[in-house]
DNA sequence: CTCCTTAATGAAAATGGTTTCCATTATTAA
DNA sequence: TTAATAATGGAAACCATTTTCATTAAGGAG
């Protein structure tokens, strides 16, 4: 049985490595968990998964892996509106997969959606660009969101 | 003097009453302070700009009346990412002045804009149309903020 | 491999915006 | 005026997240 390799499941070693930050099992697990689950999982979420694998990985370390790992770029935090931040991982291995978000404020369900994303995509850039110059701002990142009620939340009356 | 003026400091007591709420000083003092300020005030800040006038007015009830205006549509509720909600009225007597937000996240500064309105808009209204089509949804409300620094914030290093 | 520096950690406590409780007050229809 | 009940304020509860602090463990130097 070979070792070393280095496919997948290390394929953010280097990031972290190269800024200086130790990799631990706890950080590991957390990674691990994120990029085989689907979704848009809060820190709870997480915990709640890790947990029997790792039953020595507390919440707090939730928090401030995802901490990390946001301001590093490797998962997008997110807010749904129903007071507690989700996370998503920004791209696997196999690259990144940008997306948008419909959110339903009857149940919750979120939504991923890239259908429209070239045109919304075009418009944004034109628009940073035109905000960047007009108001002299460095815009890095942005958020759209659509919120209503699914097919099944619409139903009921 | 004339008893009975109805333009603009009692343009929402209509509102209000076709949907069975009592009109009470609280509600009136909340809704005045926000007609008569700019931008985007935290539950906390228009506490404090009713409280000298209205000293029996308490945080409570700026969060309740908040909800209810909001559920009625005559404010908005934002998020800026600053862990406090902030709301501003949706439209004035003079009506809607439909814009987007540019937040800096240096110094949480927040910039109304409405350049790029029409076009945002247009697309908008495709991606919903479409987006309520494939997915079955009824979409009636979104969010796009765009976030960077502003130029003081991106001197700084 | 061992040592050593110090980043990282977990448990518990603190924080802070928002909500809930409940006894009291005030609005409104009759 | 009166009665029904919506609205209120203050205190306590809530709850996601952050902070504190003593302990642990990564990983570079030797
Ligand atoms: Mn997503
Ligand atoms: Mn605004
Ligand atoms: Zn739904
Ligand atoms: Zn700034």
Known sequence: MPRGN?????????????????????????LDILSRSEGHLSAEDIYIKVHPRYPNVGLTTIY??????????????????????????????????????????????VIDYADFIDEEVELLQQTEKGLGKKYNFRINNHVIQFYGLCDKCNGKK
């Open 6 to 30: 280095c496919q997948g499941q290390g394929w953010w070693h280097g990031k972290f490595r190269g800024c200086g930050y130790r990799l631990t099992t706890g950080r590991e697990a957390i």
């Open 64 to 109: 401030r892996t995802l901490d990390v790992l946001s301001n590093l770029g490797i998962v997008y935090k997110l807010d749904f509106g129903d007071g507690r931040a989700r996370y998503e991982l920004a791209e696997g291995p196999k690259g990144a997969h940008h997306h948008h978000h419909l959110v339903c404020t009857g149940c919750n369900r």
